[in-house]
């Protein structure tokens, strides 16, 4: 079974500057999903990023980027010039690819993510 | 992006009784539904996987009997939680996927749905 671990349960970055999550996984398959979704105090989880494993170029989404090692099972996220609005729980996710494989999301247990003004 | 509404948001109900939740997907067709718990401070447990058609997969641990879902169609799944207790309460969330090999391989969440059994 896959899993998903993020190791650090809080973090905070002070307003403009840069911070970086980090999250690993755990699979045998070659071709799966990975995703960053955001949880503000609303609930709503908002997708941030997702990366196909089968590319080698890391996602980017405007102040969103990963650094996703496939050799290491490593996929972080970088925020970049931090905002009030970032701060949330952030959760990684994975998803199989494989045909004939499980559709549903495995979550890490989230890191909370405070921006200082 | 793809839309999936949940709801009601809020809902209250007496000890014993039953209450239900929707979860549509507004502009697309959803081959599969997820729902989802969450404990204050906890990440998302998934509870069942539904297909349209078919009878949902649950997850173990979960019972069947008390977290009754329906997807009786492409863009409709419901959770019924059957004699609720107090120790229901929580934040339940749907969310609907995408045929993961065509439209973004992506999974799409409701607003979620906070129960309060008392």
């Known amino acids: 079974a896959q899993t998903v671990t993020q190791s650090q349960p809080e973090m905070s970055v002070q307003e403009a500057e840069t911070v970086t999550l980090s999250c690993t996984y755990d699979t045998s398959e070659s071709d799966y999903y990975l995703f960053w979704y955001k949880q503000p105090p609303s609930r709503q989880m908002i997708l941030v990023i997702r990366?196909?494993?089968?590319?080698?170029q890391n996602a980017t989404e405007n102040r969103f980027s990963v650094n996703f090692q496939k050799a290491a099972k490593s996929f972080s996220l970088k925020i970049s010039d931090s905002q009030l609005g970032d701060a949330a729980m952030y959760f990684c996710?994975?998803?199989?690819?494989?045909?004939?494989?499980?559709?549903?999301?495995?979550f890490g247990k989230g890191t909370k993510l405070t921006v200082n003004p | 992006g793809a839309v999936v509404s949940q709801h009601p948001s809020w809902v209250i109900c007496k000890s014993g009784t039953s209450v239900k939740i929707e979860c549509r997907s507004l502009d697309f067709q959803a081959t599969t539904m997820f729902w989802y718990r969450q404990f204050p401070k906890q990440s998302l447990m998934l509870m069942a996987t539904?297909?349209?058609?078919?009878?949902?997969?649950?997850e173990q641990g979960v019972e069947k009997d008390k977290f009754l879902i329906n997807h009786a169609s492409l863009t409709l799944s419901t959770l019924t939680v059957t004699s609720a207790h107090p120790e229901d309460s929580s934040f339940y969330i749907c969310?609907?996927?995408?045929?993961?090999?065509?439209?973004?391989?992506?999974?799409?969440f409701g607003e979620g749905s906070w129960l309060t059994v008392v």
């Open positions: 990366q196909e494993a089968y590319k080698q």
């Open positions: 969310s609907a996927s995408l045929n993961r090999r065509t439209r973004g391989n992506t999974i799409y």
């Open positions: 996710a994975y998803r199989s690819a494989r045909w004939g494989g499980s559709e549903k999301l495995v």
């Open positions: 539904s297909n349209e058609g078919s009878k949902a997969t649950y």
